[in-house]
């Protein structure tokens, strides 16, 4: 764990405090490249509870964030066809943070520089708790996922691939 016990200021955790949203605050050591993976392992939680932000564009370059559980990939093809696109990418990491206004690896869906229409998987929304960046390197927030449509007026979607596998009966459950 760093040595830091609070992050410095970000534009995330600001609109976090001008709304009263609840979260708290997991600092750990940043690992180029490390992902969800790395986060999850240090701060001892599942991955699936933590959530990345990717920065993604339809086939007019339209921006867009998408939210995903962080051991599961997008399938671009089903995000298209639900959201009405012809095709669905992951912008380059310079167009990304042109959008967005975070370092890639320290993007959060709260505060971006430029609005942009916010998609989450389903299934993170009957997560009690998810861990999502705070605007920085090495810094997720807790909150509840519930914020993501409220507060980003997120969609859900239905476009995971992998992931652990759902429970007997095909139903997955809310803890």
Avoid: W
């Amino acid at each position: 764990m760093s040595k830091k016990d609070h992050a410095s200021e970000t534009p995330a955790t600001q609109l976090l405090k001008r709304r009263a949203v609840i979260y708290s605050e997991h600092l750990y050591d940043y690992v180029e490249h490390g992902g969800t993976t790395e986060s999850a392992r240090q701060l001892d939680v599942s991955e699936h509870q933590v959530v990345k932000t990717l920065v993604m564009e339809d086939d007019a370059t339209q921006p867009m964030i998408v939210l995903m559980h962080g051991d599961c990939q997008v399938s671009t093809k089903n995000l298209a066809r639900q959201i009405g696109a012809k095709k669905v990418q992951n912008c380059k990491p310079e167009v990304a943070q042109r959008h967005s206004g975070y370092m890639v690896g320290g993007t959060s869906p709260f505060g971006t520089k430029k609005a942009m229409p916010v998609y989450v998987e389903s299934t993170v929304l009957e997560l009690p708790l998810i861990f999502i960046n705070g605007g920085q390197r090495g810094y997720l927030v807790g909150v509840d996922p519930k914020v993501l449509v409220t507060l980003l007026g997120a969609r859900p979607v239905q476009c995971a691939i992998g992931g652990p596998p759902p429970p007997p009966g095909g139903k997955t459950s809310q803890r």
